[in-house]
């Protein structure tokens, strides 16, 4: 998920493994401390970090209160791709299966949603079966059915009208792009992708052409999510998403605010996963990051949407003047530059090497936050945590090593063989809404100058992500020779994280993600050889040679293997950190401890 996709991206995710640094506590032990029987007290520093907080204080009912320094690029369930907007959308969107609401690594256990149970797999891992449960119904009453859910990821075919979403569905059901999408189908019904059975109402059956390892995790993606057809209005959708969970849409104004209330017909009996705390959810956006802080801090926003982390000026003061709301996770994200070879003279590799060697990367680290706030020296470009990840451990370049406040030297033998001696002009990419990016595109501005290379920063609407760098020809036309960004697993796997990034399949000319425009044939062939792997330790020495290749070629510049300074209000109850949130907070169940505040 792009980062939020960052923010996310995608990418704003539902599911990097995270280390356990602490035992998992059960609900019932809370979280707090001392001040774990006060109902106006903050739990403490780090109580909700792969554990639950304060618990036993849930309250139903009031608002639960959000803030954020960006809106989704969509909350269409087939186009979201920040991972804030996967995590959000479980308030008002179900899936056959999603991700455990438990903290730390249980969270990114997949258990049944909509579905009685887990895939029941034969076919030598080619066919999976779902029986849908009784009683799940839409926000007007009516049953959601098979039809419904097939219907939802047939979306996922509509690329040209809803483009933006991952479609990881796609490309394993109908890899030769056969099926054209419900909008072009000529069947009556509209049903007529081939790949899905619906013999009856609450039978699903999926046919996959190859076994994919994954499949499972690909189905608790929010893009799995059922939409019922006479209520899909395209491209409109994302203003006003048909609910099938227990919250929906009362309204929404783009970048201003979104405000969920109680869908009275969702039955909790139905619903093994959503506690519905709150009776309603209100989400404030705003356009200064330090804005946002300093209403979190006044206590008048219960916790930030975008789960990026506090801005330098409000997590200063957090850290000084209220620990005890703060939490210290590590997440799946990986913060990164990137070259686009489209891009002169990024085209070459030894000009790539020259900005990963001439780049400051303590002072990159200190840009995003330092070591606390910010996280590791990024090495490599795949998370720790996700099988096949090394850490700091596979260091090619010694980023973190006698490299790490970068090689002069080094650099300027790159930039000589790459016929480039005395440097060169390009421009940086950066997110407008996002300070900590904009600190690392300073960052390494001034260091890449020492070497020769002159860079103009120009900073864009975050928002508008996927239109400008996911436009390769906006990319070129504008000359973004570095785009800073990140990326968190869309599930706990080389192939939930990399494939969208390094894969050429991946490519396109909207919403694209593989911005350096990878096309490396040795790469496609270890995925190709992935999604057919069961062995697990099979696996995770492919996802080690694909991060390999990715390094050796030179694409990326890692910044830090991330850490993030996140505020919970005095009144939050319920809340934690998952590895299903790629270690941010899980919203689905957060409560309040007094619903009148």
């Not at 609450?202 to 076994?211: G, Q, R």
């Not at 030894?350 to 303590?362: P, Q």
Request: charged letters at 25%; a negative charge.
């Amino acid at each position: 998920m792009t980062t939020q996709r960052t923010s996310g991206r995608r990418k704003q995710a539902f599911a990097a493994a995270v280390a356990v640094a602490a035992l998992l506590t059960t609900a019932a032990c809370g979280g707090g401390g001392d001040d774990e029987g006060s109902s106006t007290s903050a739990a403490g520093f780090d109580a909700a970090n792969e554990k639950v907080a304060q618990a036993s204080l849930a309250k139903k009912g009031g608002t639960l209160k959000f803030g954020g320094a960006q809106d989704a690029d969509f909350w269409d369930t087939t186009r979201g791709y920040y991972g804030f907007m996967w995590n959000f959308a479980r308030y008002y969107s179900r899936t056959l299966v999603t991700n455990n609401a438990a903290p730390g690594e249980a969270g990114a256990e997949t258990t049944p949603d909509l579905a009685t149970g887990l895939a029941k797999v034969t076919d030598d891992g080619k066919t999976y079966t779902y029986t849908l449960r009784d009683g799940i119904t839409w926000e007007d009453g009516k049953p959601i059915t098979s039809k419904d859910v097939k219907y939802g990821i047939e979306r996922v075919w509509a690329q040209d009208v809803l483009a933006g979403g991952p479609t990881y569905l796609k490309d394993v059901l109908d890899p030769k792009g056969e099926y054209k999408g419900p909008y072009k189908d000529t069947s009556a019904d509209k049903l007529g992708l081939k790949a899905i059975d619906t013999p009856d109402d609450k039978t699903i059956v999926f046919h996959l052409p190859e076994a994919n390892s994954d499949f499972e995790d690909m189905l608790s993606l929010v893009s799995a999510s059922p939409v019922r057809q006479d209520k899909d209005t395209k491209a409109k959708y994302t203003l006003h998403p048909f609910s099938s969970g227990p919250y929906k849409f009362q309204s929404y104004t783009p970048g201003k605010d979104l405000t969920l209330v109680r869908n009275t017909e969702w039955k909790q009996a139905s619903d093994p996963v959503r506690k519905a705390y709150p009776d309603k959810i209100t989400v404030q956006f705003f356009s200064d990051a330090n804005q946002l802080d300093q209403r979190l801090i006044n206590g008048d926003i219960d916790l930030d949407i975008n789960q990026t982390g506090m801005s330098p000026q409000g997590r200063t003061t957090a850290l000084k003047e209220h620990k005890a709301n703060l939490d210290n996770p590590t997440t799946g994200y990986v913060r990164y530059a990137v070259f686009p070879q489209s891009v002169a003279p990024f085209d070459n590799i030894e000009c790539r090497k020259a900005v990963i060697y001439g780049a400051d990367h303590v002072s990159l680290q200190t840009a995003r936050g330092g070591p606390i706030a910010g996280g590791d020296i990024g090495t490599n470009m795949l998370p720790p945590f996700l099988p096949g990840g090394e850490g700091q451990k596979y260091d090619p370049y010694e980023i973190s090593g006698k490299n790490k406040s970068g090689s002069e030297a080094l650099a300027k033998e790159a930039l000589k063989a790459c016929g480039e001696p005395d440097g060169f002009k390009t421009t940086i990419a950066v997110r407008n809404n996002k300070p900590a990016e904009v600190a690392t595109a300073q960052s390494l501005q001034a260091s890449l100058k020492k070497i020769g290379i002159t860079t103009e920063i120009d900073q864009y609407d975050g928002s508008q992500t996927s239109g400008i760098i996911g436009s390769p020809e906006n990319v070129k036309k504008k000359g973004y020779g570095i785009i800073i960004m990140g990326w968190g697993a869309d599930f706990p796997s080389v192939q939930g994280f990399g494939l969208p990034l390094w894969d050429s399949k991946y490519i396109s000319d909207t919403a694209n993600n593989n911005y350096a425009l990878i096309k490396d044939k040795t790469i496609d062939g270890l995925f190709d050889s992935y999604v057919t792997t069961l062995d697990d330790a099979d696996k995770a020495k492919i996802a080690t040679d694909i991060n390999h290749k990715v390094m050796e070629g030179a694409y990326y510049l890692p910044f830090t293997f991330e850490k993030t300074i996140n505020w919970r209000s005095d009144n939050l109850a319920n809340v934690y950190t998952s590895a299903g949130t790629n270690g941010t907070y899980d919203f689905v169940n957060i409560a309040l401890k007094d619903p009148k505040k």
